[in-house]
């Protein structure tokens, strides 16, 4: 079961659809930007919405200089992850699971502290909490492959049955689900890249100076941001990633 987090609901609903705006759905026109504009668009949109944000936390990536994972290495790695959360739950299925990673070659896509989970007889409880929160990072990803069309204000957890919907039947062949993927544009990712990365900062800056609650999960952000990272290239390796604000 995930820890419990008060999240409190101060956002107004004009406010809130404001923000559905900004990440329109995958048929919208996508403009390129600079790193500095991009910039820019998010702390209006934060400032809109209430929330702090100091000018001088860093750009990110620039449009023609970041890398971005394909989109069947994004596929592959949903699959890895709900596979997981999956037998945290049901430990007695883990050897079948891990047979299904084999047989499909995903067994060879878990990255090495994720292969000690799969592995581990009996999780500890902080083990199961932290694989849960893993579905907020599969919700990005999802989002990331065009199987989820909007990203909303990290407020609330996600049902398990929106992840499940989106993904193949239990145990069924992966390969249409992985080879099928399609990215979203880069111009997109960065968009929410941008606004994770600093909306993660306020959240931390809240948190460390006691100042009031802000209506953003902390927990829910920290998982997209790990994710959103993770699929531009801030690291080689899953287990690599950061989330420095």
Do not use: C
């Not at 504009?37 to 449009?63: F, N």
């Not at 909007?150 to 039947?169: A, C, F, G, N, Y």
Request: proline residues 3%; negative net charge; hydrophobic residues 40%.
């Amino acid at each position: 079961m995930r820890k419990a987090l008060v999240v409190s609901t101060n956002l107004k609903n004009k406010k809130t659809m404001r923000l559905f705006g900004y990440f329109k759905d995958k048929n919208h026109v996508i403009s390129h930007k600079t790193a500095e504009q991009r910039k820019e668009e998010t702390e209006a949109l934060l400032k809109s919405l209430s929330i702090p944000y100091i000018d001088h936390l860093p750009l990110i990536e620039e449009e023609n200089e970041v890398k971005i994972r394909t989109a069947m290495e994004i596929a592959e790695r949903i699959l890895i992850l709900t596979y997981l959360i999956y037998i945290s739950d049901v430990p007695d299925e883990r050897d079948r699971v891990i047979d299904f990673l084999k047989t499909n070659s995903l067994w060879e896509k878990v990255s090495p502290e994720g292969k000690v989970l799969f592995q581990k007889e009996v999780l500890n409880r902080k083990e199961k909490i932290n694989i849960s929160w893993r579905s907020e990072a599969i919700w990005l990803l999802l989002w990331a492959i065009n199987k989820v069309d909007k990203i909303e204000l990290p407020t609330e957890q996600v049902e398990t049955s929106e992840i499940v919907s989106r993904l193949p039947d239990f145990l069924s062949n992966p390969k249409e689900f992985t080879e099928n993927a399609t990215i979203r544009a880069t111009s997109e990712l960065l968009d929410i890249s941008d606004l994770t990365y600093r909306l993660h900062w306020a959240v931390r800056n809240t948190e460390l100076n006691n100042l009031e609650t802000l209506s953003i999960n902390s927990s829910v952000i920290v998982e997209r941001h790990y994710a959103i990272n993770w699929v531009t290239y801030y690291a080689e390796e899953w287990d690599e990633i950061t989330t420095d604000t």
